[in-house]
């Protein structure tokens, strides 16, 4: 397991955009399925997004074609470009890492950050 750190979380208008990033306070996820999952107040955690090694992404169908994932592992980080955000986007933003295969569900990850509050007004 690895401590992830995100960073990037801020107060936002309807419409705006925002990058978030994701990297470890030590050690290398430059292998790992890296996911986004995201909790808003009084809901469940749900997978917004997820990229494997190889560069391979999903996304959930509610931030298809607004949301993008990226690795850059020169630098051991994962961002999350989201654009065209609405309030229902409004939630705590969670990294998330596995070394082996992962899906949106929370289960399937080993390592976590403390999450990023990410809220659209």
């Known amino acids: 397991h690895v401590q992830l750190v995100e960073s990037g979380g801020v107060s936002v208008e309807a419409g705006g955009s925002l990058v978030i990033s994701c990297a470890p306070s030590?050690?290398?996820?430059?292998?790992?399925?890296v996911g986004w999952l995201r909790q808003a107040p009084g809901k469940g955690r749900e997978g917004v997004v997820r990229?494997?090694?190889?560069?391979?992404?999903r996304y959930a169908d509610s931030v298809k074609g607004r949301f993008t994932i990226s690795r850059d592992n020169a630098k051991n980080t994962v961002y999350l470009q989201m654009n065209s955000l609405k309030p229902e986007d409004t939630a705590m933003y969670y990294c998330?890492?596995?070394?082996?295969?992962?899906?949106?569900?929370?289960?399937?990850?080993?390592?976590w950050g403390q999450g990023t509050q990410v809220t659209v007004s």
């Open positions: 998330a890492a596995s070394r082996g295969v992962a899906s949106f569900s929370a289960m399937t990850y080993t390592s």
């Open positions: 990229i494997n090694s190889g560069g391979d992404a």
């Open positions: 030590e050690g290398t996820i430059t292998s790992d399925c």
